[in-house]
């Protein structure tokens, strides 16, 4: 499975973005898809997983209640809503995928190359 992410960008707090995750292969709706990010000189962290296909979900703390994550399975896509940003939630975007509903990113085993989203006070 290769994964593109796209969507990232600059925007004010408490703005919105809509970040995508394009999967190449025919087999995206056997993974489990997640998004990560990482800021410089941090571990990358959990942000959002969904499941192949019943469509429950899973979100870090921190973003609960702002973010949202979905997926389209004919169109091999995975989107995270992202609304009422914060500043700390700058950082780099990654998409990954893996057989298990985890948070631990090593059980991910495919990584797209990150999309940046900056957040201005």
């Known amino acids: 499975v290769q994964l593109q992410a796209s969507g990232g960008g600059l925007v004010q707090a408490g703005g919105s973005l809509r970040l995508s995750c394009a999967a190449s292969g025919r087999t995206f709706n056997r993974y489990v898809m997640g998004w990560f990010r990482q800021v410089p000189g941090k571990e990358r962290e959990f942000v959002a997983a969904i499941n192949q296909s019943d469509g429950n979900t899973g979100y870090a703390d921190s973003v609960k209640g702002r973010f949202t994550i979905s997926r389209d399975n004919a169109k091999n896509t995975v989107h995270l809503q992202m609304n009422s940003l914060r500043p700390e939630d700058t950082a780099v975007y990654y998409c990954?995928?893996?057989?298990?509903?985890?948070?631990?990113?090593?059980?991910?085993?495919?990584w797209g190359q990150g999309t940046q989203v900056t957040v201005s006070s």
């Open positions: 990954a995928a893996s057989r298990y509903m985890v948070v631990f990113e090593r059980f991910y085993d495919y």
